[in-house]
């Protein structure tokens, strides 16, 4: 469709809109999930991070466990200096987390799925 084309609808080769009225799809988020073989810290993560993705993002997500033993090539540029380590790629901003992903809130907020409250200033 081109720009000129006044005649299509507004939403015409856009694959995210949906039916007149309905809300837009919700953002799948991209997760790569980088472990150090399956010792206890990393079998931890992985059981974290996909409790609070099936709970928090059923079906809009793709999550990839990343061995860096057995495939450290895929490390490249990803700048990993320790394990776990997730990384979310999608929806942008993209962020890194590392630890076994037990501190919930902390894992919410890095997938931006929860905002936490400022606390005021203090005044001195």
Known sequence: MSALDDDAPPD???PAATAEGAAPAPE????????TG?????????????????ERLAGRYDLD???????????IGEQI??????IKKLPL????????MSDRDRVLVGLDLLTLPIPPKQER
């Open 12 to 14: 015409a080769g856009d």
């Open 28 to 35: 799948r988020y991209v997760l790569r999930l980088y472990v």
């Open 38 to 54: 399956m010792t206890p810290r990393s079998c931890q993560a992985i059981r974290n991070l996909q409790t609070i993705c099936d």
């Open 65 to 75: 466990v990343i061995d860096i033993y057995q495939q450290p090539i895929l490390t």
């Open 81 to 86: 200096i320790a394990a776990p380590t997730l």
């Open 93 to 100: 901003p993209m962020r890194r987390l590392v630890g076994d």
